[in-house]
């Protein structure tokens, strides 16, 4: 409502200016509606990602958890991506109103975050803030769904906001000498919408 205001601000000095001072106002309504595209930017996404999941060795020292580390890489609404993710996982079992049943086991993710890289050099900060995994104790496979809110970055994405879900499957490929999974291999999508993403031609141009 602010921009519109600008705008209807500038229409009406047009009325009432002429000559040189008509030109200026035109200008001047050019740049409102510049910065008004600019900054009016959401951008509704699906970013499709495949990748490795392990054990992290980077611990968020969150008491009674194990530490999980991402990485994937993907190809969707905002271009092609690599992120990498560091969650923390209870190692207590929860309650889930979608997970239940004698065969499957819902932890709860208690924390985590990590950053996006797309192929412009961009980059993309995301923080979890809720969200577990239902594992299928039968057959291994556990299919996640996490929250992320959106913290700014950088380039496209300097100052930028939003909310991000994770939906994941994933599947043990390698376990220790215990049993117990090491690596899984991954599959899902990032969706949601990202706010204040600069479009191409409102990128400042980069030096050489």
Known sequence: MKGL????????????AGGPMKHLATVALMLVLAVVTAYAHDESVTLPFSGVSDTSPDNLQQPNTSNDGDNFA????LGKFNVRLVRAISNTAGSSNTCTGSNYLFLTELAGGGVFRFDDGSLLNVNLTQGGDCINLTTGVAHCTLTFQVTGGTGRFNGASGVLTMTETVNAVLFDALGNPVIFDATGQFTGTVSGVAKDEDRP????
Do not use: F, Q
């Open 5 to 16: 205001t600008l705008i209807n601000n500038a229409t009406a000095r047009l009325g009432c």
């Open 74 to 77: 993907g190809d969707g609404t």
């Open 205 to 208: 141009a980069e030096r050489p």
